[in-house]
C-alpha cells in the first residue's frame, strides 16, 4: 500500500473531521514512525486544511517529528528528579553507546534517542522509556542490557 493509501485510510476513519488533526497526525506518525512531508500535503488535501495549518499542528507538538525515526524510540529523562539522580550520565551513556548524539538516529534505522523534561515518574529517576517500557532507577551500568533486549 502506498504512502497516499496509508493516508486515505487513516483520514476516512476520522470522517475528516478537522478536530482530528492531532490524531490523525499521531495515527499517520504510527504508520511511518515519522510525518512525512508527502504524506502531510496528503493530509492537508484530504481534509481541505491549508498546509500551514497542518504543518502548524506538526511542529508545535513535541511528539511528532519531521525526521525518519529509528525502529525504537528512547526517551531519556532530564527533569529536576532524574537530573539530580544521574539522568545526565545516563544519556552520556546512551550516546556513547548508541554511537549518537540526542536528537539522533542510529545509521540503521534502529534506534532514536531523545531526552524529555519529565515523564511524570519521579519517584523511579533516573527514568529511560524504550518505545512503551520504562526503565526506573537506570545506572550508567544498566544501559547495554536494557538495549540489547532490542
Known amino acids: 500500500m502506498d504512502t497516499n493509501s496509508k493516508v486515505d485510510a487513516i483520514v476516512a476513519k476520522y ?25 502531510l500535503f496528503r493530509v492537508s488535501e484530504q481534509m481541505a486544511v491549508p498546509i500551514s495549518q497542518v504543518y502548524q499542528v506538526a511542529t508545535f507538538f513535541r511528539a511528532f517529528s519531521l525526521k525518519p525515526r529509528g525502529k525504537h524510540l528512547i526517551n531519556c529523562c532530564l527533569g529536576t528528579a532524574c537530573h539530580v539522580r544521574g539522568g545526565l550520565r545516563i544519556l552520556e551513556k546512551l550516546e556513547r553507546s548508541l554511537g549518537i548524539s540526542n536528537g539522533g538516529t542510529t545509521r540503521d534505522m534502529k534506534f ?7 515523564m511524570g515518574a519521579c519517584a523511579l529517576g533516573p527514568v529511560i522509556k524504550v518505545d512503551d517500557t520504562y526503565y526506573g532507577q537506570m545506572t550508567t551500568d544498566e544501559v547495554d542490557k536494557v538495549l540489547s533486549n532490542y
Open 15 to 39: 470522517s475528516k473531521n478537522r478536530g482530528q488533526l492531532v490524531s490523525i497526525l499521531q495515527d499517520v506518525q504510527s504508520e511511518f514512525r515519522y510525518l512525512p512531508k508527502d504524506a
Open 112 to 118: 532514536t534517542l531523545e531526552s524529555v523534561n519529565c
